[in-house]
């Protein structure tokens, strides 16, 4: 019996991405990759970090082509902007060989 792998990493090369593997922006990619585009507040109140901290490491990810960062009208076109941050496709083929590299690791490969 054969198990099927997670989503997506099938056929991920296996690639250790340092910039990926700083644990802020893995949990970043992690709920990136699990929930598709997601808002700012939404991000940096699940994973626990200050808006600085969350900022500083979405700009990493953006500066390396992993993510975008869009940001719309607050409910009802109010005066405050909302940030949504979505994975580029070069973000998620990243991630997924990030992951790819940590299974055979932890396989010892």
Known sequence: MTV????????????FDEVIHA????????????YGTVRFD???????????????????????????????AGNGGKAYKVTWVKFTKEGEAAFRSHVAALRAIVAGR
């Open 23 to 34: 644990p802020v922006r893995l949990r970043i990619c992690g709920l990136l990759d699990t």
């Open 42 to 72: 939404t991000l940096r109140d699940t994973i626990g970090v200050s808006d600085a901290t969350c900022s500083k490491h979405l700009k990493t990810l953006a500066d390396h082509g992993y993510v975008t960062l869009d940001k719309h």
């Open 4 to 15: 099927a792998e997670p989503h997506g990493t099938d056929a991920a090369e296996p690639v």
